[in-house]
């Protein structure tokens, strides 16, 4: 894992203050562990996209509603917004451009895609391979307005049925993004969670409706901080999806963050799981870097001599792209040193047992 180590001057910024954040993926679960998990975001950011891929997924208006009372009546902060919180609806098999409709007008603003099996509450979701089939859904999604926020990876191969090694996934799915992008040319589309650079570049290199999310873990973690040589994974705490991937990849993302381009902002792809679902074969997938996820973006942007970028990247890109209006108010982080606490309720924390020098104070 790559922590950065910069040499400060005695005229080092010693406060940040900035417009209060948006994080557009956050899994949050239901239940207990929504109770537990949440404040860490409500308590910072003024919004949040929460993702529905639940043990029953969210795709009616029914469950849109549901969902959202529930995340509201769970004691966060009252002005808290969540965007399901800007409202989530599961792309899922069987979905009807009529039930997208009906699921829009209780609120929903997303249209949600994660390929079936490709990560965790993920079963009934579409498979990549069967997209073009969904087009009419797709369809429903433009003509209402809606956004398109997908997970793109490919998990076997459609000649073979063979499992693809997961450092291969996202660069396989991009001919189906590239497809999909022609198909719907004015569908906002968000790519989620960019790990590659061949998927960085597609991004800019796509029209002004086509953006990606970048989350605070992929811009410190390589490969090597996951897996070995053969693919075995050695850090379970570290493990995402979609994985870590290499070094020139990380350097693609980092740079994507901390360039001013409008395509590209935050996302934590923040999910919990028990420390034990985390250490067994094979572990849970995903991190739960809530907690510290700001002071990380900090810390990168500093080190690359790019702290006045974090606003933007972090509070104006992604709301003008979903049509939002800034959020009121501010937030300050403070440069002092920090312990990492272990957990919180049992859920391992990103970067546990880390110091990190910047912290948020109010």
Known sequence: MVLYKTQFLRCEMKTLTIIRPDDFYVHSRQGDLLRTVLPFTANIFGRAVIMGNLAVPVVTAEQVENYRSEILSSGVRPSFNPIMSVMLVMLVNGMTPEMLAGAQGAGARVLKFIPGGTSTNSNEGVPLTELKNYYPVLAKAHELGMIFSGHFELIADPETGKNIPELEREERAIPFLEAMVREFPDLKIVVEHVTTGRMVRLVKDSPVNVAATITAHHLLLEARDVIDGEGQII??????????KTKEDREAVIKAAISGNPKFFFGSDFAPHPILAK?????????????????????????????GGLEDFSSRFGAQFYGLPLNPGTITLEKRDWLVPESVGGIPIFLRGEILEWRVVD
């Open 279 to 307: 250490r067994k074969i094979p572990p849970a997938a995903e991190i739960f870097s809530a907690p510290v996820a700001l002071s990380l973006l900090a810390k990168v942007f500093e080190a690359r001599g790019a702290l």
């Open 235 to 244: 850090n379970p705490l570290n493990y995402c999806k979609p994985i870590a």
